[in-house]
C-alpha cells in the first residue's frame, strides 16, 4: 500500500507543479457539472411556456338555424370565446383559413386549426338518425421543431375537448331558451300540445334507458353464466376428443341408420294408406254384424252377448290404433321444419280428423259394452240402443272415408317431403363426420380465450347499467311532475321544472368524466426528472476527458524514481489521481444540482452517494480500457457513451424504442446509475436504489481482470501498436 500511496503523492505532485495544469484540472473538475447544470435549467419546465408557442385559429363555421324555432346557434364562435381565455397556447385568431395555413406553412405559427362552414350543422346531426361526426381541419409545421408538432397537438386536442365542453353547454343553454320560448306562449293550444309531446318524448326516453339497463344486466348475468359453461367446456371438450374416434364410428353409423329409416318411411306411408282403406272397409261390415247380432238376442243371449263383447273389443282395437296413429303423425309433424306452413296446416287437420275418428269408434266400443251387458241382465235391447250404435259406426265410417280421400291427394305427399328430409339428414352427416375433429380444436382454444375476457366485461356492463338506471329516474321523476303540471295547469312549476332539470336533460346527451390524477413518487418539475441523464451522460464524458487529457502510462525514469514498482501497483496507484478528479467532478455536479438548481431531492446523501460511486465506475472503465487497447480503449469509451444517450432509460422508455437498443441496455453502466438517482430523487421502492448500486458495482469485476491479469499479457502489443502511430507523424 505504501508504494500505492507513493504513486498517487508523485502525481498529484507533478499535477500542482504549475498554474497551467492547476487550471487544466480545475476545467476537468467543472465542465461536467456546467454540463448538467445547463441541461437541467433548460429543461426546467418547458411546458410551462407553451403559451408562448404561436396558434392560429380560424373559423369558418356559418352556425346552425333550426326549422321550428328561429334559435341561431354558431358553435365556432363560441369555441373562439372559449379559446381566448385559454392560456396554454398563443392563440391567434386569423380572418380567414387561408391566412392561418400560410401563416403555418411560414412558420409564423407552429400550427393551425380551421373550423369548417358546417362545423355546426354537422354537430346538430347528433339529433338526427344519419348523424354525421364534425371535423376540425389541423395543420402543423413539423419542420420548424422536434417537440413543437407535439405540443401544438395537445393544443388540438384542448380545442376538441372544449368543443365538446361547449356543445354540451349549447344543448343546455338550447333547451333553456327554448322552455323560455314555449312558457311565452303556453296560452297558445298548439304549444300545449307540443309540451305534452315534449314530456312524452322524455317518458320514451326514461324507458329506453331502463330497457337498455336491463338488457345490460342480462348480458352481465349472461357472463356469470358463460364463465362456468366455459370452465364446464374444457374438461367436456377434451372428453369429446378422447372419443372422438368413436364418436365417427356412431356417426357412420347412424349416416346408415337414417338411409334405412329414411326408406322405412317411404314404406309406413304406403302401409299407412292401405290401413285406411282397410279401415273403411272393414266399418263398411260394422253395421250388417250389429243387425245381425241383435237379431239373435232372444234366441241365444248368452252367445249373442259374448259376440257384442267381442265386437266391442276389435271396435277399441281400431280406435286405439287411429290413437296411435295420430300420435306418431303429430310428433313426425313437430320435427319436421322441411313443410311450409299450409302443408303444415293441412297436416295438422288430417292429424285431427284420425283423432275424432279415434274418439267415435271409442264411443262405439263403449255403447256395445253396455249393450252386451244388458243381453247379460236380461234387460234386453231396444231398437233406439241398436240405431245408436248404427249412427256411430255409419260416422266414423264416414269420416275414413273423408280421410281416405284426403290421404291420397294431399296428405300422402306431405309425409313423403317429411320422409325426403330425413334422406338429406343422411347425407349431411358426411361433413359432420369431417368436421368433428377441427371442431373440437376449434372450441377448446376458443372457451380458454373467451374466459379471460368475461371478468372485465361483467364490470363494464354493470357500471354501465347503474349509470343508465340513474339516469332513467330522475328523467321519470321529471316526467312525472311535469305530467301533473299539465294537468293541473300550474304553469309555475313547468317553469320551475324546465329550469331545475337542464343538468339532467344534458346527462341523458352526455356524460362528462373528470380524470383524478394521483401521481406516485412524483417529481417536482421536468427539470427534476431529467436530472439523472443530464447528470451520469456529463461524468462519463468527464471520465472520457481524463483519460484524454492525463497520461495513463509512467515514464521509465518515474519508475525508477519511484524505486521500480510492479506493473499492478503501477496501474493502481496511477489510478489514485483519475479517480480522485471523478470524485471531484461529481462532487462539483451533484451539489451544485442540489444547492444552486435546488431539485428537490428525497434522499439527498443517496443522491450524492450514486454520483460518488458512479464516478469512480466510470472512471475506472475507461481508464482500464485505455490502459489496456490504448487508443482503442478511448473509442470504445466514446462508442458506449453513443449507446448509452439512448439505451440508458434515461430519456425515453425503453418500451418504446428498437428492440436492440433494450437488448443493450443491461449492458450500460449508465442503466444502473439513471435507476439509482430516480430513487434518491422521489423516493426507493422494495430496495431498487440499493439493487441498481449492486449491478452497477458488477462492473467493476471484470474490469479488474482486464486491468491486472489482460492488460500485463497486452503490454508487448500496445509496445508495437504505439510505434506503428508514432510512425504516421499524425496520430497520436
Known amino acids: 500500500m505504501s508504494m500505492l500511496a507513493k504513486i498517487f503523492a508523485d502525481d498529484v505532485r507533478h499535477l500542482t507543479s504549475n498554474i497551467v495544469s492547476i487550471i487544466i484540472t480545475i476545467g476537468l473538475i467543472v465542465i461536467p457539472g456546467l454540463f448538467t447544470w445547463f441541461n437541467v435549467a433548460a429543461c426546467w419546465d418547458p411546458f410551462a411556456n407553451t403559451k408562448n408557442l404561436q396558434f392560429a385559429i380560424a373559423n369558418d363555421d356559418e352556425g346552425y338555424k333550426g326549422d321550428l324555432l328561429p334559435m341561431r346557434i354558431n358553435i365556432g364562435e363560441q369555441v373562439v370565446d372559449t379559446l381566448r381565455a385559454n392560456s396554454q397556447l398563443d392563440w391567434t385568431f386569423t380572418k380567414s383559413s387561408a391566412e392561418a395555413i400560410d401563416g403555418t406553412k411560414s412558420g409564423k405559427y407552429y400550427a393551425a386549426v380551421v373550423i369548417p362552414k358546417n362545423f355546426s350543422k354537422n354537430m346538430m346531426t347528433f339529433f338526427t338518425d344519419d348523424a354525421y361526426h364534425a371535423t376540425l381541419d389541423y395543420y402543423n409545421n413539423e419542420k420548424l421543431n422536434a417537440l413543437a408538432p407535439k405540443v401544438t397537438g395537445q393544443g388540438a386536442d384542448t380545442i376538441a375537448a372544449t368543443i365538446n365542453q361547449t356543445f354540451s353547454k349549447t344543448l343546455t343553454d338550447t333547451a333553456l331558451n327554448l322552455a323560455s320560448s314555449m312558457l311565452d306562449m303556453l296560452d297558445k293550444p298548439e304549444y300545449q300540445q307540443r309540451l305534452k309531446s315534449f314530456n312524452g318524448n322524455i317518458a320514451d326516453l326514461a324507458g329506453m334507458l331502463n330497457d337498455s339497463a336491463a338488457v345490460l344486466r342480462t348480458y352481465s348475468s349472461l357472463t356469470d353464466s358463460a364463465k362456468t359453461l366455459l370452465a364446464s367446456s374444457n374438461k367436456l371438450i377434451a372428453d369429446a376428443r378422447a372419443s372422438a374416434k368413436t364418436g365417427v364410428d356412431d356417426l357412420s353409423a347412424a349416416k346408415t341408420g337414417v338411409s334405412d329409416l329414411s326408406g322405412a318411411l317411404g314404406t309406413s306411408v304406403n302401409a299407412l294408406g292401405t290401413a285406411i282403406d282397410t279401415s273403411k272397409t272393414s266399418l263398411g261390415s260394422l253395421n250388417d254384424r250389429v243387425d245381425e247380432l241383435f237379431s239373435a238376442v232372444d234366441k241365444q243371449a248368452g252367445d249373442t252377448s259374448a259376440a257384442i263383447n267381442n265386437l266391442a273389443g276389435n271396435v277399441r282395437t281400431e280406435a286405439t290404433a287411429y290413437a296411435t296413429t295420430r300420435g306418431r303423425l303429430q310428433e313426425l309433424l313437430d320435427k319436421s321444419d322441411n313443410l311450409g306452413p299450409v302443408a303444415k ?46 249412427d256411430l259406426a255409419g260416422k266414423a265410417q264416414s269420416s275414413v272415408s273423408s280421410i281416405s280421400k284426403d290421404f291420397d291427394e294431399t296428405i300422402k305427399p306431405d309425409l313423403t317431403a317429411m320422409t325426403n328430409a330425413f334422406s338429406d339428414a343422411a347425407n349431411s352427416l358426411n361433413g359432420t363426420v369431417s368436421t368433428l375433429d377441427s371442431s373440437l380444436d376449434s372450441l377448446s382454444g376458443t372457451a380458454s380465450d373467451a374466459n379471460k375476457q368475461l371478468d372485465s366485461v361483467h364490470e363494464l356492463i354493470d357500471n354501465a347499467a347503474t349509470q343508465l338506471t340513474d339516469a332513467a329516474k330522475e328523467l321519470t321523476n321529471f316526467n312525472t311532475q311535469f305530467a301533473k303540471a299539465l294537468d293541473t295547469g300550474n304553469m309555475g312549476t313547468i317553469k320551475k321544472l324546465l ?33 439523472p441523464f443530464y447528470t451520469f451522460l456529463p461524468l462519463w464524458v468527464g471520465a472520457l476527458l481524463l483519460v484524454v487529457t492525463l497520461k495513463i502510462g509512467i515514464s521509465r525514469k518515474r519508475q525508477r524514481e519511484l524505486g521500480n514498482p510492479k506493473p499492478w501497483q503501477i496501474f493502481l ?24 438548481l435546488r431539485v428537490q431531492v428525497v434522499h439527498p446523501w443517496l443522491f450524492m452517494l450514486v454520483g460518488w460511486f458512479s464516478s469512480i465506475v466510470y472512471s475506472f472503465f475507461t481508464y482500464t480500457l485505455v490502459s489496456t487497447f490504448a487508443n482503442v480503449g478511448k473509442a470504445i469509451g466514446v462508442l458506449f457513451l453513443v449507446m448509452q444517450i439512448s439505451g440508458s432509460n434515461a430519456a425515453y422508455p425503453l418500451s418504446i424504442l428498437p428492440h436492440f437498443i433494450s437488448d443493450i441496455s443491461p449492458w450500460l453502466p449508465v442503466s444502473y ?56 507523424k499524425l496520430l497520436g
Not at 509 to 525: G, H, I, M
Not at 694 to 719: M, Q, S
Request: with cysteine.
Open 345 to 390: 296446416s293441412a297436416v295438422q287437420a288430417f292429424i285431427n280428423r284420425i283423432g275424432a275418428v279415434a274418439d267415435d269408434l271409442n264411443q262405439t266400443a263403449d255403447r256395445l259394452t253396455t249393450a252386451a251387458n244388458d243381453v247379460d241382465s236380461k234387460v234386453g235391447s231396444s231398437k233406439e240402443t241398436r240405431q245408436e250404435i248404427k
Open 499 to 531: 329550469s331545475g332539470n337542464t343538468a339532467t336533460l344534458s346527462t341523458a346527451l352526455s356524460t362528462p368524466v373528470e380524470l383524478k390524477r394521483v401521481a406516485l413518487f412524483p417529481v417536482d418539475t421536468f427539470g427534476a426528472a431529467l436530472t
Open 573 to 596: 496507484g496511477h489510478y489514485g489521481v483519475f479517480v480522485s478528479i471523478a470524485l471531484l467532478q461529481s462532487t462539483f455536479s451533484c451539489a451544485g444540482t442540489l444547492l444552486f
Open 673 to 728: 446509475s439513471v435507476t439509482a438517482m430516480r430513487g434518491a430523487i422521489a423516493g426507493i421502492y422494495e430496495n431498487d436504489y440499493w439493487i441498481a448500486m449492486g449491478k452497477l458495482a458488477l462492473f467493476l469485476v471484470p474490469l479488474l481482470f482486464i486491468g491486472l491479469v489482460l492488460r500485463h499479457a497486452l503490454l508487448g502489443f500496445n509496445h508495437w501498436y504505439e510505434a506503428r502511430v508514432e510512425r504516421t
